[in-house]
């Protein structure tokens, strides 16, 4: 979830839409006027749908966004040098000094030397100043309890992310080779009938989960419930890997899964519901994991319970090759 909330589809409502899917069918678009009601609120509802879009990949292609990813090293007790030079146990990209410090890290605690010739900043605080490092050790705070300590130099960015029971340095390059060649994401027609009423019931408490990644391992998480929904009077169930705020979110594969759409799941958020449970699964929000851009992301993989058994054929296709990334 860390790794990609910035993905987050935000300021979504609990609107219901009526959508009736038909497998194979045409599909209704059940709760939507004849006439030209039906006409105007389609095109209404495709309009929002192309700018949700539009915003997911201003966020994708921003200067920090996943586009932007070049390394995910892994660390371990010790002293870890980084820099350009290929002597470095961390090889950054050409933009870095040749040698521009090490980290240390003490099982939880890490400390950054920056070299005396590394111009580095905090790409990040509450006030938007981004102070210079000056030299000597800082202590760096991973995303493990919140935020992480980020610093930036010139256009790279660093910062420590805990994916236990590993450890990792993540680096950015707003001047990444896949930022620069980015191409825009095919999708399918939109569609109202792929937004569909669904019911949320409440786990008390929590589920513990485990969410496989594309690491190879698997992510301890706490499922709040399940949602289920119908498709040709059948009900199916989806378990959200998270609540996030006022959000559910989930990973979930389908019919399509590696062969249209990317081999390991598409993500997916949708309302937290009020105490009546209901709320809106829209699959023309479908969108891209980030490993989809990049192999340097550490995506989560739809659970066992969590692979639908039709084509779901709404949302982002695949970028490149969809077997990519395949589960493990």
Known sequence: MK???SLAVLGLTAVACGGQVSIGGGGGSGGVGLGAAMG???TKYSRDIDEWHKGRIQRLKADDGWLTLVGLFPMTNGTHTFGSAADNEFVLPAGAPAHAGSITMADTAFTLTPASNAVMTLAETSTG?????VAGDMK??????GKPTKIQMGSIQFYVIDRSPNTFLRVKDANSPVRKNFKSIERYHVDKKWCVDATFE?????????VPNILGYEDNSMCPGVVTFQIDGKTYRLEPIAQEGDELSFVFGDATSGHETYGGGREL???MPGPDGKTVLDFNKA???PCVFTKFATCPL?????????KVEAGEKAYGDPALHMHH
């Open 3 to 5: 790794a990609w909330k």
């Open 40 to 42: 105007e609120s389609k």
């Open 129 to 133: 100043e981004k102070p210079p490092v």
């Open 140 to 145: 760096l705070a991973s995303d493990a309890n």
């Open 202 to 210: 409440k786990y008390n408490p929590p589920h513990p989960i485990k």
């Open 269 to 271: 958020y949708c309302p």
């Open 287 to 289: 969108y891209n994991p």
């Open 302 to 310: 739809p659970t066992r319970e969590s692979v639908l058994p039709f």
